[in-house]
């Protein structure tokens, strides 16, 4: 049988024909030989970032898509719209004034797409075209945006089926700015579910924060970060299906594979 | 055309899984033209390889945008060989690839095909492995089709059939790019079928003649 000879163009990565011994025989061995998913370091966390948008070529607002829409696809797993009876389907989405708010307005977006009624809380937009773009189609897809947050927790507890928090993400620097302390203050008294993009909004990316929001779900995006460990909540999943074998393996990340085309896998 | 080229290979996944590819270890061909259909195939070149599949690239020529360059360059990132030249035979196609994407030419074309397209696509239609198109099938006119042109197994129709898709005759035709404003959809009275829950991609059946969806 004939094959073509591939004559490539293309450079290829050191390494990259490394077997992952670890995926092959993560159904044979026992769960003690299978390495453990990373949990990252800040700095970690923003090396993978810059090495994806420079070494790699992605562009900001296409991984923002993708780690959006994961996050819309993990939230709808586990709490599915036909449940969410409130105001036929609503939920609220607070976006902060980063990439996290970036990743919350395209997230918005998709859990629109996909029957919820998603109102936005963005206080602080960034004037860059990246964010203004995302504001413009969260606009045109209808969605409101409240131009004062609730004062009080019952308010939002009663309104909505649960609140998306894409405040903080990897590049928060405590302490909470005084304009989102407020914000911060009342989402800590709500009962509907929380779900975090990344990272719990208030929490130091790797120590934690026990006095800071304790959400129920927790959405971490390429890999967990080390405050992960201290996630109490009911639901942790991993979104962000985009990360090159090369810089996984570079970064040790023992990613756990994700079942079929998922954009998402829950972690346990 | 991440949301769309990420949908063509969902679509794809779910009509050939990447267990049942059993050739070269689920080897696939993803053949990119010199525009926006090209760049979507890139895309799903791109997630085929994160599913398991095996894609190489035939991208013949590229146009020199900063969105075509670092689209072909997230690809080199993943290791996504490319070839040099077309295969010139159609049995080697079908010999080493478990099915063909074809993404050469989209809803911008207007025949004819250019000249150096021309030999890829008479190889493509003599080729055995099915052959998956993204929008249109390569060559078409948008609207009338082409009774001689490419035959594909698999349609995706990305954002809304076109017209030409009444003319399929392949074995699965599936709509994608979930992304259109309710707005926009009811000013042009698109009547889009409801995606299933989160799913990006939807099966449309009984598109051909009557053009009941």
Request: aromatic share 10%.
């Amino acid at each position: 049988m004939d094959r073509i000879n591939v004559s490539r163009l293309s450079f290829r990565r050191k390494g990259s024909h490394k077997k992952d011994k670890h995926r092959q025989e993560h159904f044979e061995n026992s769960s003690e030989d299978i390495p453990r998913i990373k949990y990252i370091s800040q700095t970690e966390a923003q090396s993978i970032d810059q090495q994806l948008f420079t070494e790699y070529a992605f562009s900001v607002d296409q991984l923002m898509e993708l780690a959006g829409y994961s996050c819309a696809v993990a939230i709808a797993k586990c709490y599915p719209v036909e449940e969410m009876t409130k105001d036929n389907h609503a939920v609220l989405v607070c976006c902060g004034p980063g990439n996290n708010g970036g990743d919350g307005l395209v997230c918005s977006r998709h859990l629109k797409m996909f029957g919820y009624k998603p109102t936005i809380f963005y206080p602080k937009r960034p004037s860059k075209p990246l964010f203004e773009a995302l504001y413009q189609q969260c606009e045109g897809m209808g969605m409101p945006v409240l131009s004062f947050f609730p004062s009080e927790a019952h308010l939002i507890t009663d309104s909505y089926n649960f609140v998306v928090d894409a405040l903080f993400g990897i590049n928060f620097k405590a302490p909470v700015r005084p304009e989102f302390e407020p914000v911060m203050e009342t989402l800590k008294k709500v009962e509907s579910p929380i779900c975090s993009i990344d990272v719990p909004s208030g929490w130091d990316i790797e120590k934690g924060n026990a006095n800071g929001l304790q959400p129920e779900m927790l959405i971490s995006l390429t890999a967990p970060k080390l405050c992960a460990h201290l996630f109490k909540g009911k639901h942790h999943y991993l979104g962000g299906r985009f990360v090159p074998r090369t810089l996984e393996q570079k970064y040790e990340l023992n990613l756990p594979p994700y079942p079929g085309t998922d954009c998402v896998v829950e972690l346990k | 055309m991440e949301l769309a080229g990420y949908s063509c290979a969902v679509a794809i996944a779910k009509c050939y899984p990447v267990e049942a590819m059993t050739k070269d270890n689920h080897a696939v061909l993803v053949c990119c033209g010199p525009g926006n259909n090209g760049g979507n195939g890139l895309v799903c070149a791109r997630h085929l390889k994160m599913f398991g599949y095996k894609p190489t690239i035939f991208y013949p020529k590229r146009p020199s945008k900063p969105l075509f360059d670092a689209l072909y360059q997230q690809c080199e990132g993943m290791d996504i060989p490319v070839l040099s030249f077309f295969p010139s035979e159609a049995h080697l196609i079908t010999d080493s690839y478990n099915f063909v994407v074809d993404a050469l030419f989209g809803i911008n074309f207007k025949g004819p095909v250019r000249p150096e397209f021309e030999p890829v696509i008479e190889t493509l239609k003599k080729v055995e492995s099915p052959i998956c198109s993204i929008d249109v099938p390569s060559g078409w006119d948008i609207e009338k089709g082409d009774a001689n042109g490419l035959q594909p197994e698999l349609l995706i129709s990305l954002t809304a059939p076109k017209l030409c898709a009444h003319l399929f005759k392949g074995k699965h035709h599936y709509l994608g790019g979930r992304f259109v404003p309710r707005t926009l959809e009811q000013k042009y009275e698109l009547n889009l079928p409801p995606y299933p829950g989160t799913d990006c991609v939807v099966e449309l059946k009984d598109t051909q003649e009557d053009g009941k969806a």
